[in-house]
């Protein structure tokens, strides 16, 4: 390398050390090398906190679909509940068994939606009491629906019509609403809680992903000008 410098006489060109470039050159790459490294880590910290954020936001998303499984199944027991009645009335007013078409649909869901129930809250203890009293009530109203059912069949419609008109199984039907409110009621509070954490989580990770992102593409980016 060389330099033009002034003297007595006149302008003289003046070489300058080669090793003084050289170290120049080696201190610049050292920088880069540096400024590269220091980005591949920050950006392998940023892969390792998306992936992880994002581990934990499927597990929100798990639970919140969780949650709606227990909803829908008791809103399908009350249905299914609600359905074998409604089919047992039409029997006994009009004395046709084809009115029993819905009874029997109903009967072959409500066992298997009542185990499903008992499976999806077997983690809370809390809400497995509740299950469990809400299945006593549903069985206990399934006896009595059954019970009318044959009776009609035994040709004893006037039996039958009385224990409707009693009331008992409007009154248990009220119990099994009570207790079904309670559990639907309480999944719904874990379903706004658990949807909250969910959406907290995914816009952390989006969050997270653009800040070291954006700190790596710098710390180049300043590597580089230097």
Do not use: C
Not at 9 to 38: H, T, Y
Not at 40 to 65: H, P, Y
Not at 94 to 120: C, G, M, N, V, W
Not at 149 to 156: N, Y
């Amino acid at each position: 390398a060389r330099r033009v410098a002034k003297r007595s006489g006149g302008w003289a060109i003046q070489s300058r050390p080669a090793n003084v470039f050289e170290v120049e050159v080696l201190g610049f790459k050292r920088i880069v090398a540096a400024a590269i490294a220091l980005a591949l880590l920050v950006g392998g910290l940023s892969v390792f906190l998306v992936i992880n954020q994002t581990g934990t936001l499927g597990r929100q998303r798990a639970w919140v679909d969780h949650t709606r499984s227990v909803i829908e199944t008791t809103q399908g027991l009350l249905f299914s509940l609600q359905a074998a009645q409604d089919s047992e009335r039409g029997y006994l007013i009009t004395q046709d068994a084809s009115y029993l078409a819905p009874y029997r649909a109903a009967e072959s869901k409500l066992t298997p939606s009542e185990s499903r129930l008992r499976a999806l809250v077997a983690d809370n203890p809390q809400r497995f009491s509740q299950v469990q009293t809400l299945i006593r009530q549903i069985e206990r109203r399934r006896a009595g629906v059954v019970q009318m059912v044959r009776l009609g069949q035994a040709g004893d419609f006037a039996s039958a019509r009385a224990m409707v008109i009693a009331g008992h199984g409007a009154v248990a039907m009220d119990d099994v609403g009570a207790s079904a409110t309670k559990v639907i009621g309480g999944e719904n509070d874990l379903l706004r809680q658990r949807t909250a954490e969910a959406r907290a989580t995914q816009d952390a990770t989006t969050i997270t992903g653009m800040v070291v992102a954006l700190l790596a593409l710098a710390t180049l980016t300043a590597g580089l000008i230097v």
